[in-house]
């Protein structure tokens, strides 16, 4: 496992903020995502579109602000990118961007939308965001199925990057299904906070779902 770096994360509640990448592109956290982006693009092969998932232990660990901010900085290098709110069960990407969760990921699966109906363009170039959608009763069966695998292909198609904002990998079973689906997985921690055996047991859980583990951002308030 490889540490890609430390991120100091201020715990606060509107967009500009939690998007530190955008509105303070030469800030120390900035730098930091550049960092992080740059270590990811190294650790991949030569592959021109790639999808990535981004988790943690448990919840509250900065995950959604870190997949967010990443998101950014990535589409800020020119690549295309398609940033997707996986976590059903506690959605967050739609406040961060402050857009319309009305239609999203879970439309797009259940057929009640195409994905170029889902998608949200942001106001940051090369930057795009799939909400999680409809509230469901089966978060684990519909991220398990063929539709989504079929839209996570066509999304590579599209985008040079893709990356996920999954559930926290030691609550969702569903988090398990879609890192084996990625081409990696970054493991997001918080100082001080994710105990040593959560962390552990995650790296286990990532294993046997025989997941690409890039390796670990630890956020330090």
Do not use: W
Request: aromatic content about 4%; glycine content about 4%; proline content about 2%.
């Amino acid at each position: 496992m490889k540490l890609l770096i430390f991120n100091k994360r201020k715990s606060v509640d509107n967009r500009k903020i939690h998007l530190i990448t955008y509105s303070n592109a030469d800030s120390v956290i900035s730098d930091q995502f550049r960092t992080i982006r740059t270590n990811i693009k190294f650790l991949m092969d030569e592959k021109k579109n790639s999808v990535f998932l981004i988790t943690s232990p448990g919840v509250g660990e900065g995950k959604s602000t870190t997949a967010a901010n990443l998101a950014v900085s990535i589409a800020q290098q020119k690549d295309s990118v398609l940033l997707i709110d996986a976590n059903l069960r506690e959605p967050v990407i739609q406040d961060i961007f402050q857009i319309s969760n009305e239609t999203g990921l879970t439309n797009v699966l259940e057929g009640s939308a195409i994905l170029d109906q889902a998608i949200s363009r942001t106001d940051i170039k090369n930057l795009d965001v799939l909400t999680s959608g409809t509230s469901v009763l089966n978060p684990t069966e519909i991220l398990g199925s063929d539709v989504m695998m079929n839209l996570l292909n066509e999304a590579s198609t599209r985008y040079n990057v893709v990356l996920i904002d999954s559930p926290t990998i030691l609550s969702s079973t569903e988090t398990r299904v879609l890192a084996n689906q990625c081409e990696g997985v970054v493991l997001v921690l918080e100082h001080g906070k994710t105990e040593l055996e959560n962390a552990i047991e995650s790296k286990r859980i990532l294993e046997l779902a025989h997941a690409n583990l890039l390796g670990v951002i630890i956020n330090d308030k």
